[in-house]
């Protein structure tokens, strides 16, 4: 069973950064898709970030250029550093996991997802 754990969420002022974490267990196979997703308050789920087992990674528009997401294999971790954050980021933050697939350019997509954890609030205030 896979499980993700998320850290690092907090409450930064506009133009503050803050670097999520994501611990994964439970997994031991080398092809697989993670993702980042966020919720604000009334709105729906909406894709952040995601990186493939290859390496590769896609984002959405919003987050183009301030927002990166990186991998640690040998610790099994996935990372989102968040610079220049804005109020517009506010909202709980999600590490998700497709075990043995690759992201195939849907991992912004939430239905690829079979695994998610409970998340972390990022409050951003102007």
């Known amino acids: 069973q896979v499980q993700l754990v998320e850290s690092g969420g907090g409450s930064v002022q506009a133009g503050g950064s803050l670097r999520l974490s994501c611990a994964a267990s439970?997994?031991?196979?080398?092809?697989?898709?993670m993702g980042w997703f966020r919720q604000a308050p009334g709105k729906e789920r909406e894709g952040v970030a995601a990186?493939?087992?290859?390496?590769?990674?896609s984002y959405a528009d919003s987050v183009k250029g301030t927002f990166t997401i990186s991998q640690d294999t040998a610790k099994n971790m996935m990372y989102l550093q968040m610079n220049s954050l804005k109020p517009e980021d506010t909202g709980m933050y999600y590490c998700?996991?497709?075990?043995?697939?690759?992201?195939?350019?849907?991992?912004?997509?939430?239905?690829?997802?079979?695994?998610w954890g409970q998340g972390t609030q990022v409050t951003v205030s102007s």
């Open positions: 998700a996991a497709a075990p043995w697939r690759g992201c195939y350019g849907l991992g912004l997509w939430a239905a690829i997802f079979g695994y």
């Open positions: 990186i493939d087992s290859d390496g590769s990674t």
């Open positions: 439970g997994y031991t196979g080398s092809r697989y898709c």
